[in-house]
């Protein structure tokens, strides 16, 4: 019977047929063990060669790390660990032997493991970290489904950007005029939602900023989402219960993987709502308190929410920012005209911004104000001035980065694991 290594546990005692590969080999005069790896799991083949037929003895001995096989054996528990079973082998071929595997056991630097990017993929802990990325994926799709949010794809190129051009990156469309990679998809969605209610896309974004920090990434996926007569507190409170969601789907589902990664789920079993709050003043003046020299009008950098979030075990919604430091499509806090319904989720033990969200600004005259006083050419922006000419609401929305998400989730130091192939300022190889 083929079978799937991450089903042992209900096939105990019964035949059982696994392809994949040699992750690692081992023998010993008359026994040899084979560590497998087949897309859902780990295990161990143990083979005697007494109990198998010369052939399969000789592809036993002769397969080398990372050779592809076929093994059939019975299902077993594994003698002295706990929920981990092993397959007493009766038949192993070998389908690929495979050349001396470049990654090995030593310490290797981040340079040459970019490189290999395409064989380190297979390690256990990038396995690991992919596999974690998908059930954010899947827990995302989920609460989307759940919660009545339509899944509507907007355009990678655009004529125009977001926040300006200057981090984007520039395409000659055919010969005729400029066009750009996507830095987010928001305002198409804020079409969308005149006529599904809530929606949301996921998929590729660029930006052409050049940096180098352990949060960036050249090309990286959002989740971005969008909802019609929501004000600033019901999008802080989406995101909370989306959050809340994501994690609880990755402790739950999870479980090998946060092993094989060694991470401390104590700090994930601790994201429940309601989530941190404070203002952007509120943050500046803990700042302070705490050695940054950061000023009363400046946006947060790394550091600053570093230090933030090691200081707090919860996510920490930071809100209503200074207009200077944010886009121009951020509504006005009718209390303060100098600061932003918007916020900044920024994730516990030092990860930083995760999400960023704010309510729309809805009026047409102030919002074409905004644009003029952002020098962004009208004409570019007409198309998406007329969604608030034709039965405007207020509306809110937000985003967050796959990749930091994962990053955090898995408790690991660079976003660059967290996303199958990086493409950094100085990395568009393999």
Known sequence: MKALIKDFSGLVGQEATVSGWAYNVRSSGSIAFLQLRDGSGFTQAVVA??????????????????????????????????????????RVELVQKAEEFPIGKKEHGPDFLLDQRHLW???????????????????????????????????????????????????????????????????????????????????????????????????????????????????????????????ESVLKNCQPELKILERDQEPLKKVQAPFI?????????????????????????????????????????????????KAFYMKRDPEDESRVLNADLLAPEGYGEVIGGSQREDNYEKLLERIREHHLPEKDFQWYLDLRKYGSVPHSGFGFGLERLTTWICGIHHVRETIPFPRLMNRLEP
């Not at 000789?58 to 594994?78: F, P």
């Not at 996507?182 to 079409?191: D, H, K, N, R, V």
């Not at 590729?204 to 940096?211: N, Q």
């Not at 200081?311 to 207009?323: D, G, L, R, S």
Request: glycine share 6%; proline share 3%; with cysteine.
């Open 277 to 325: 709050r404070m203002t952007h003043a509120e943050a500046i003046k803990w700042l302070r308190e705490h050695g940054s020299d950061i000023g009363d009008m400046d946006d947060l950098g790394a550091d600053d929410e570093t230090l933030l979030t090691k200081a707090h075990e919860k996510p920490i919604f930071v809100e209503k920012y200074p207009t200077a430091v």
């Open 49 to 90: 060669k007494n109990g198998i037929d010369e052939k399969s003895w000789n592809d036993a001995v002769e397969a080398t790390i990372e050779s592809s096989v076929i093994v059939t054996g019975t299902v077993s528990k594994h003698p002295k660990q706990e929920g981990v079973y092993e397959l007493q082998a009766s």
């Open 121 to 247: 993929l297979r390690t256990p802990s990038q396995w690991a970290i992919q596999r974690v990325r998908n059930e954010i994926i899947n827990a995302t799709y989920a609460w989307m489904k759940e919660n009545d949010y339509t899944k509507i794809d907007s355009p990678i190129f655009t004529p125009s950007a977001c926040e300006g051009t200057t981090e984007l990156f520039e395409i000659d469309y055919f010969g005729e005029r400029k066009a750009y990679l996507s830095q987010s998809g928001q305002l198409y969605l804020e079409a969308a939602i005149a006529s599904v209610g809530r929606c949301f896309d996921f998929g590729p974004v660029f930006r052409a900023e050049k940096s180098k920090t352990r949060r960036h990434l050249t090309e990286f996926w959002m989740m971005d989402a969008e909802a019609a007569f929501t004000d600033h507190e019901g999008n802080l409170k989406i995101q909370e219960s989306l959050v809340c969601f994501i994690v």
